[in-house]
Protein backbone atom coordinates (compact mmCIF):
# COMPACT_ATOMS: atom_id res chain seq x y z
CA UNK A 1 0.00 0.00 0.00
CA UNK A 2 1.73 3.06 -1.05
CA UNK A 3 0.71 6.58 1.17
CA UNK A 4 -0.16 9.66 -0.88
CA UNK A 5 -0.34 13.53 0.54
CA UNK A 6 -0.78 15.74 -2.04
CA UNK A 7 -0.03 19.53 -1.33
CA UNK A 8 0.95 22.91 -3.87
CA UNK A 9 -2.79 23.84 -4.32
CA UNK A 10 -4.59 27.62 -3.72
CA UNK A 11 -6.19 29.85 -5.51
CA UNK A 12 -4.83 31.70 -8.70
CA UNK A 13 -5.99 33.89 -11.65
CA UNK A 14 -7.21 32.67 -14.96
CA UNK A 15 -3.75 32.18 -17.08
CA UNK A 16 -1.47 31.56 -14.10
CA UNK A 17 0.06 28.44 -12.92
CA UNK A 18 0.35 25.69 -10.04
CA UNK A 19 2.68 22.97 -9.57
CA UNK A 20 0.84 20.51 -7.37
CA UNK A 21 3.07 18.16 -5.28
CA UNK A 22 2.59 14.16 -4.52
CA UNK A 23 4.71 13.32 -1.60
CA UNK A 24 4.76 9.07 -1.73
CA UNK A 25 5.84 6.43 0.81
CA UNK A 26 7.01 4.26 -2.05
CA UNK A 27 10.61 3.75 -1.61
CA UNK A 28 10.82 2.46 -5.76
CA UNK A 29 8.67 5.40 -6.90
CA UNK A 30 9.59 5.13 -10.49
CA UNK A 31 8.43 1.54 -10.40
CA UNK A 32 4.36 3.03 -10.40
CA UNK A 33 2.56 4.59 -12.96
CA UNK A 34 1.56 7.96 -11.54
CA UNK A 35 -2.33 9.27 -12.29
CA UNK A 36 -3.71 12.75 -11.49
CA UNK A 37 -7.52 13.01 -11.17
CA UNK A 38 -9.52 16.10 -10.10
CA UNK A 39 -13.47 16.48 -8.96
CA UNK A 40 -15.43 19.66 -9.53
CA UNK A 41 -17.93 20.39 -7.74
CA UNK A 42 -21.27 18.51 -8.55
CA UNK A 43 -18.85 16.34 -11.02
CA UNK A 44 -17.54 12.90 -11.38
CA UNK A 45 -13.72 12.99 -10.59
CA UNK A 46 -11.82 12.29 -13.71
CA UNK A 47 -8.68 11.77 -14.91
CA UNK A 48 -6.45 14.63 -15.80
CA UNK A 49 -3.17 12.55 -17.08
CA UNK A 50 -0.99 10.00 -16.11
CA UNK A 51 2.94 8.65 -16.05
CA UNK A 52 3.75 4.94 -16.99
CA UNK A 53 6.09 2.96 -15.02
CA UNK A 54 8.42 3.10 -17.80
CA UNK A 55 8.28 6.86 -17.46
CA UNK A 56 8.43 6.79 -21.62
CA UNK A 57 4.41 7.81 -21.62
CA UNK A 58 2.39 10.55 -20.92
CA UNK A 59 -1.49 10.48 -21.51
CA UNK A 60 -3.62 13.87 -20.66
CA UNK A 61 -7.40 14.68 -21.06
CA UNK A 62 -8.01 16.24 -24.37
CA UNK A 63 -8.98 19.72 -22.34
CA UNK A 64 -5.30 19.78 -21.04
CA UNK A 65 -3.37 18.89 -23.04
CA UNK A 66 -0.07 20.88 -23.52
CA UNK A 67 -0.99 22.81 -20.71
CA UNK A 68 -0.07 19.83 -18.07
CA UNK A 69 2.73 17.88 -16.90
CA UNK A 70 3.36 14.79 -15.10
CA UNK A 71 6.53 14.18 -13.53
CA UNK A 72 8.15 12.66 -10.54
CA UNK A 73 11.16 12.86 -8.84
CA UNK A 74 11.62 9.18 -7.60
CA UNK A 75 14.70 9.89 -5.91
CA UNK A 76 12.55 12.65 -3.37
CA UNK A 77 9.52 10.13 -3.52
CA UNK A 78 7.45 12.57 -5.16
CA UNK A 79 5.33 13.18 -8.18
CA UNK A 80 3.87 16.58 -9.64
CA UNK A 81 1.24 17.88 -12.53
CA UNK A 82 2.40 21.40 -13.15
CA UNK A 83 -0.34 22.96 -14.25
CA UNK A 84 -0.03 26.27 -16.69
CA UNK A 85 -2.85 28.70 -18.36
CA UNK A 86 -5.22 27.82 -16.11
CA UNK A 87 -8.80 28.49 -16.44
CA UNK A 88 -11.78 28.39 -14.26
CA UNK A 89 -12.90 25.22 -15.74
CA UNK A 90 -9.47 23.74 -14.06
CA UNK A 91 -11.39 24.50 -10.64
CA UNK A 92 -11.77 20.95 -8.50
CA UNK A 93 -10.15 19.22 -5.87
CA UNK A 94 -7.07 18.06 -7.24
CA UNK A 95 -5.79 13.81 -6.33
CA UNK A 96 -2.36 11.71 -6.87
CA UNK A 97 -3.27 7.85 -7.03
CA UNK A 98 -1.02 4.79 -8.48
CA UNK A 99 -1.92 1.46 -9.46
CA UNK A 100 -1.22 -1.46 -6.95
CA UNK A 101 1.38 -2.82 -8.26
CA UNK A 102 5.08 -1.71 -9.18
CA UNK A 103 5.73 -2.64 -13.01
CA UNK A 104 1.39 -2.00 -13.73
CA UNK A 105 1.34 0.59 -16.90
CA UNK A 106 4.47 -0.09 -17.90
CA UNK A 107 3.94 1.03 -21.49
CA UNK A 108 0.88 2.50 -21.22
CA UNK A 109 -1.34 4.37 -18.51
CA UNK A 110 -4.75 4.42 -17.80
CA UNK A 111 -7.18 7.74 -17.18
CA UNK A 112 -9.82 5.56 -15.90
CA UNK A 113 -9.95 5.22 -11.68
CA UNK A 114 -10.45 2.11 -11.28
CA UNK A 115 -6.82 1.19 -12.91
CA UNK A 116 -5.57 2.89 -9.10
CA UNK A 117 -6.01 1.62 -5.97
CA UNK A 118 -3.73 3.92 -4.11
CA UNK A 119 -5.15 7.74 -3.18
CA UNK A 120 -4.19 10.76 -1.48
CA UNK A 121 -6.61 12.60 0.45
CA UNK A 122 -6.95 15.64 -2.45
CA UNK A 123 -5.78 19.38 -2.96
CA UNK A 124 -8.06 21.91 -3.60
CA UNK A 125 -7.28 24.45 -6.42
CA UNK A 126 -9.47 27.01 -7.38
CA UNK A 127 -8.96 29.34 -10.82
CA UNK A 128 -10.63 32.82 -10.82
CA UNK A 129 -11.31 34.77 -13.87
Known amino acids: QVLLVESGGGSVQSGGSLKLSCQTS????????IGWFRQAPGKEREGVGCLTSSDQNQYYRDSVEGRFTVSRDSAKRMAFLQMDTLTSDDTAIYFC??????????????????????WGQGTQVTVSS
Open 97 to 118: ATPRGAGDMFTACELSESYYTC
Open 26 to 33: AFNLDAYA
